[in-house]
């Protein structure tokens, strides 16, 4: 793999790296930490992250040592963060709304870009169900608090039918996928790769997927403090995501080979779910933050989250401004 990044794209991530560099001042000194729990889902960039072991030779000089815990959606992998079992980890967009609501001192450190086709409502191929309109009055599985929940908001908001319209049910993605086959559901909102999976194995059908109606960006987050205490660890992994994320943009070949042992999917599944990922990882612009303040708003509208949430307050940005305000 190769590790040269286009100039544009390293200078996005030398700016991240150049500002997680500044707020380091700001943190404890006494704490030293010498281990990076990531914490990571079954497929993704940090899954061939961990397959090829550069973040471990890039950590080895810093005497930091770096653990794995995988977890089977995002809302779960931040409830990790949360209770201070992870340091880093990415979810889709809507598990760090979820979280911040209900207290979580998480910070966005970096995104990829729109990935709109990687997330879609299935139904079964023999469903009679032909539109989101037909959903009304039936059964959609989801894992709650994952990106496709505000999928399914924006769907149902589009065919002109009411969220509390519909009959949700809240399942892991595997457990979805039983009752889904069960035949106990009519319609299951999921992402990448269980969607490719899905309709190599099942024959399910898209229903519809989130192009033109959401952006669906991968998120990296950690957890305030440690990215306070290790900006300098943060700025490595970043830079070996870009490494790894510009490798994968070019190479799905050879990419699904990486993740086949890891995940236990076919060669085309992987290659199917990859075509439809977005590369490439930067800073998080205003427009971004400004997108996720409005998954955060729909989502506190329709009483999702139990409190009004300002995204900007999970950002490093806003740990400088509050520091530098109160020297």
Do not use: C
Request: charged letters at 20%.
């Amino acid at each position: 793999m190769s590790n040269s990044l286009p100039a544009k794209f390293h200078g996005a991530i030398l700016a991240a790296i150049l500002f997680l560099m500044a707020v380091a001042p700001f943190a404890s000194s006494q704490n030293t930490d010498n281990v990076l729990r990531i914490g990571y889902q079954k497929y993704g960039t940090l899954v061939l992250l961990k397959a090829r072991g550069s973040l471990e030779k890039r950590l080895a000089p810093l005497q930091v040592e770096v653990t794995w815990t995988e977890f089977p959606a995002g809302p779960q992998l931040l409830e990790g963060l949360n209770v201070g079992s992870i340091d880093f980890g990415t979810v889709g967009e809507a598990p760090p709304i979820f979280a911040q609501a209900a207290g979580a001192d998480l910070v966005y450190v970096g995104n990829e870009p729109a990935a709109s086709a990687a997330e879609a409502i299935l139904v079964p191929k023999d469903s009679p169900i032909k539109t989101v309109a037909e959903l009304k009055g039936k059964k959609v599985v989801l894992n709650k608090g994952s990106n496709v929940h505000y999928l399914l908001v924006k769907l149902l908001e589009k065919a002109g039918v009411q969220y509390n319209d519909i009959d949700t049910v809240f399942l892991t993605p595997a457990d979805a996928r039983a009752a889904f086959e069960r035949g106990s559901v009519d319609a299951w909102a999921i992402w990448e790769p269980f969607l490719a999976a899905a309709q190599r194995q099942t024959g399910a059908r898209v229903l519809a997927d989130g192009n033109g109606v959401v952006s669906n960006h991968q998120f990296f987050l950690a957890a305030r403090p440690f990215a306070l205490k290790r900006a300098d660890v943060v700025a490595i992994v970043l830079e070996e995501v870009a490494a790894v994320d510009q490798w994968a943009k070019t190479n799905h070949k050879q990419a699904a080979a990486a993740l086949q042992p890891q995940i236990g999917l076919d060669q085309a599944t992987l290659e199917l779910a990859l075509s439809r990922g977005g590369y490439g990882v930067t800073p998080v612009s205003d427009a971004v933050l400004a997108e996720q303040q409005r998954i955060a708003d729909a989502f506190y509208n329709l009483k999702l989250i139990p409190k009004h949430i300002n995204i900007r307050d999970a950002t490093l940005r806003g740990t400088l401004t509050g520091t530098q305000a109160k020297r």
